[in-house]
Nanobody
Framework: QVQFVESGGGSVQSGGSLRLSCAASGLTLNDYAIGWFRQAPGREREGVSCFSPSDGSTSYADSVKGRFTISRDNAKSTVTLQMNSLKPEDTAVYYC??????????????????????WGQGTQVTVSS
């Protein structure tokens, strides 16, 4: 059974950092593009970052470029999202998921949420000003 479990969320002040972890079981991370997404109250789910195992490339939403870093640890079957210089607008529930159709994210992964599956339960990130 495939399962993704997110962890590492919490409450921080503006400018702080958090490290989110996505633990995968039941599948090989190298076989699928893995994305981090977030959803704030009253807003649609949006892509934050994506890791492409096809070439090791990474993709980021413009709003987090230079502040967030996605990485993968094959040995631990985890995908990590390091979030620095957090802002109140980063407040949301963060999810990870796998794209079962592609190993490459590209810049349009955020427009293909329907291709992602095995969504975890999410982890809450709250940034106060």
């Amino acid at each position: 059974q495939v399962q993704f479990v997110e962890s590492g969320g919490g409450s921080v002040q503006s400018g702080g950092s958090l490290r989110l972890s996505c633990a995968a079981s039941g599948l090989t991370l190298n076989d699928y593009a893995i994305g981090w997404f977030r959803q704030a109250p009253g807003r649609e789910r949006e892509g934050v970052s994506c890791f492409s195992p096809s070439d090791g490339s990474t993709s980021y939403a413009d709003s987090v470029k230079g502040r967030f870093t996605i990485s993968r640890d094959n040995a631990k079957s985890t995908v990590t999202l390091q979030m620095n210089s957090l802002k109140p607008e980063d407040t949301a529930v963060y999810y990870c998921a796998a794209n079962l159709m592609r190993r490459f994210c590209g810049d349009s992964y955020n427009q293909r949420l329907h291709e992602f599956s095995y969504w975890g339960q999410g982890t809450q990130v709250t940034v106060s000003s």
